[in-house]
T-cell receptor, first 111, second 113 residues
Framework: GEDVEQSLFLSVREGDSSVINCTYT??????LYWYKQEPGAGLQLLTY?????DMKQDQRLTVLLNKKDKHLSLRIADTQTGDSAIYFC???????????FGKGTRLHILP | ETGVTQSPTHLIKTRGQQVTLRCSSQ?????VSWYQQALGQGPQFIFQ???????GRGNFPPRFSGLQFPNYSSELNVNALELDDSALYLC????????????FGQGTRLTVV
């Protein structure tokens, strides 16, 4: 079946890099996503990567995809207090438009 | 701001009651998907509407139903509310086949007591 797993918590010092990891099971995944959710807010799409790519960089964000191991990571360079949020890994396929989400990783920034 | 608006933002209902949640889609989007996000969990797909018809459904019972209107806005209806229905309900609008351009609303926080 379709499943997305990610660690629940990550603490990082301000200014360091944050790396959030995710694994997924659906071999027919077409798109892999990273969403951000701040307290009391909806979901904000941060970035996505097509399944035939292995890396995508967008300013402070770097996404790495290992399709063989079904492993996705999000690196946030120079982590700031405003990056404190829950980050959701997600995937979708060409079968339909539904997005399958992980349980989210809560990123805590230490001063 | 995504242009996707949901109403109400919060509401409290009693077990057994019925509730209707509303979503206005982003201009130019013809597809609306609904998700349930329980506390501490990721969003779970409920169903999707395209051209006023259900176009895919997740693992939710029939008491979860929906509508889509000609202007592409949508409603989620839940009958016979249960305590476990307490959650944040999110809608996302997109164009068909373009999940990478799905925009989420702020959600409706439903509490069932």
């Amino acid at each position: 079946g379709e499943d997305v797993e990610q660690s629940l918590f990550l603490s990082v010092r301000e200014g360091d890099s944050s790396v959030i990891n995710c694994t997924y099971t659906d071999s027919s995944s077409t798109y892999l996503y990273w969403y951000k959710q701040e307290p009391g807010a909806g979901l904000q799409l941060l970035t996505y990567i097509f399944s035939n790519m292995d890396m995508k960089q967008d300013q402070r964000l770097t996404v790495l995809l290992n399709k063989k191991d079904k492993h996705l990571s999000l690196r946030i360079a120079d982590t700031q207090t405003g990056d404190s949020a829950i980050y959701f890994c997600a995937e979708s396929s060409n079968r339909d438009d539904k997005i399958i989400f992980g349980k989210g990783t809560r990123l805590h920034i230490l001063p | 701001e995504t242009g996707v608006t949901q109403s109400p933002t919060h509401l409290i209902k009693t077990r057994g009651q019925q509730v209707t949640l509303r979503c206005s889609s982003q201009s130019g989007h013809n597809t609306v998907s609904w998700y349930q996000q329980a506390l501490g969990q990721g969003p779970q797909f409920i169903f999707q509407y395209y051209r006023e018809e259900e176009n895919g459904r997740g693992n939710f019972p029939p008491r979860f139903s929906g509508l889509q209107f000609p202007n592409y806005s949508s409603e989620l209806n839940v009958n016979a509310l249960e305590l476990d229905d307490s959650a944040l309900y999110l809608c996302a609008s997109s164009t068909t086949g373009s999940s990478t351009e799905a925009f989420f609303g702020q959600g409706t926080r439903l509490t069932v007591v």
